[in-house]
């Protein structure tokens, strides 16, 4: 499955929301989509697993939704410690397990 | 709370072996996958691989039977191998905790290194 992020680059000012897509060339099955945070220098983080479950610790202001084939992160009230790279990653396929090619959240 | 720490050497010669270590802190192996996966400078994520606590594995079908993972209870962490090594190798090298996720073929990870970079250069 190749997922197809967009867009490949975003602006935005801290307070803003972010929405970022996440489309995947089939249907990920139940929903077995995560979504991860780069900052540069470290490690990714995750954020979200099973397309909408935050991860342990993670604001309230990241949430994911979507099924099927378009998935959507979604950062409300953009700080400025968000701004970094964001993947997306399946693991429902019965063949192989992706990663798409990020989106980078930048300061306007 | 778990921690993970890759260790091994930064520079490592075309055609030869690249071995790394991922020691896990604060944790057992059991019920996880224990996964790699690299960076290319300025690039995206790539699945290298993981390993199952009971010694099973699974591996980047790109990656063309040049990849091995081990583990050793002893000493608590797990290991990558990749021969024939190219200059296409060079990355930052991370491991990571893979949860079980039922009904799923693959795993998301929810816990990783700090990663190291491997370079491979004459």
């Known amino acids: 499955i190749v997922l197809t992020q967009s867009p490949g680059t975003v602006s935005l000012s801290p307070g803003d929301s972010a929405t970022l897509s996440c489309r995947a060339s089939q249907s990920v099955r139940s929903g077995y989509l995560a979504w991860y945070q780069q900052k540069p220098g470290q490690a990714p983080r995750l954020l979200i697993f099973g397309a909408s479950s935050r991860a342990t610790g993670i604001p309230d202001r990241f949430s994911g939704s979507g099924s099927g084939t378009d998935f959507t992160l979604t950062i409300s009230r953009l700080e400025p410690e968000d701004f970094a790279v964001y993947y997306c990653?399946?693991?429902?396929?019965?063949?192989?397990?992706?990663f798409g090619r990020g989106t980078k959240l930048e300061i306007k | 709370q778990v921690q993970l720490q890759e260790s091994g050497p930064g520079l490592v010669r075309p055609s030869e072996t690249l071995s790394l270590t991922c020691s896990i802190i604060g944790d057992s192996f059991i019920a996880y996958y224990w996964t790699w996966v690299r960076q290319p400078d300025g690039k995206g994520l790539e699945w290298i691989g993981r390993?199952?606590?009971?010694?099973?594995?699974n591996y980047n079908p790109s990656l063309k039977g040049r990849v091995t993972m081990s583990l050793d209870t002893s000493k608590n962490h797990f290991s990558l191998t990749l021969n024939s090594v190219t200059a296409a190798d060079t990355a930052v090298y991370y491991c990571?905790?893979?949860?079980?996720?039922?009904?799923?073929?693959?795993?998301?990870?929810?816990?990783w290194g700090k990663g190291t970079t491997v370079t491979v250069s004459s």
């Open positions: 990571a905790r893979g949860v079980v996720v039922p009904a799923a073929k693959w795993n998301y990870m929810d816990v």
């Open positions: 990653q399946q693991y429902g396929s019965s063949y192989q397990n992706s």
């Open positions: 390993l199952y606590h009971t010694g099973n594995t």
